[in-house]
């Protein structure tokens, strides 16, 4: 069964300052990764997504993740973080095969300081 | 294009109430996906619709919980009747696609509070 493991609930990082969030991954042979965002009041964004192919991915708002294999991680980076990047993020995995349902993580909760 | 929407944002009911959540897909979109966050947890999938049809409803927690989508178009889920435990954030996701890779779309949820 596939499941998705953010070991971060809270990160608070100062305005300007790089952000990283991650997440590891159990699947199948070969996994779907996505980043999904929640801003207060809002719904899920998609901010990136893992195919095939480049290993490193760019997303929108700034937003970059990369795809390790051997460690079965999709880690999410920022370099440099604004006020508004204060949201929840969630790491994804799936659908692969006949199988449609994503499988998300529990969520960081990023606070930026000013 | 518009986008998921959901109705209501927000609902409060007490429990043994019944309530109905609605969920309208992007245009063109087949597949109409229902998942749910209950407080601090993961986001978990319920079930999932191509057209009119039960894909996968293998998320549905029990009885209680009926999805319907009439014509392949909206959909609703309906919680009859409600317990405490029902209380979350209910999400509602449509996608072009099936299979590998598809990307859903989500709505802004609909926060139910059971009391």
């Known amino acids: 069964a596939q499941s998705v493991t953010q070991p971060d609930i809270h990160i608070t990082v100062s305005e300007g300052a790089s952000l990283e969030l991650r997440c590891n991954y159990s699947y199948g042979a070969t996994p779907y990764l996505f980043w999904y965002v929640q801003s207060p009041g809002q719904g899920l964004q998609l901010l990136l997504k893992?195919?095939?192919?480049?290993?490193l991915v760019q997303g929108i708002k700034g937003f970059e993740a990369e795809f390790k294999r051997s460690q079965s991680s999709f880690n999410l980076r920022k370099p440099s973080v604004h006020w508004s990047d204060a949201a929840e993020y969630f790491c994804a995995v799936g659908p692969w095969s006949n199988d449609y349902k994503l499988s998300f993580g529990a969520g960081t909760t990023v606070t930026v300081r000013a | 294009e518009a986008g998921v929407t959901q109705f209501p944002s927000h609902s409060v009911i007490e429990k043994g109430q019944t309530v109905t959540l609605r969920c309208d897909p992007i245009s063109g979109h087949d597949n109409l996906y229902w998942y749910r966050r209950v407080m601090g947890k993961e986001i978990k999938f319920l079930l999932h619709f191509v057209k009119e049809s039960k894909q996968d409803e293998s998320g549905m927690p029990n009885n209680r919980f009926l999805a319907e989508r009439t014509g392949g178009t909206y959909s609703t889920l309906k919680v009859q009747p409600a317990e405490l435990e029902d209380s979350g954030v209910y999400f509602c996701?449509?996608?072009?696609?099936?299979?590998?890779?598809?990307?859903?779309?989500f709505g802004p949820g609909t926060r139910l509070t059971v009391t």
């Open positions: 996701a449509s996608s072009q696609r099936t299979g590998g890779g598809n990307e859903q779309y």
């Open positions: 893992y195919f095939s192919g480049d290993t």
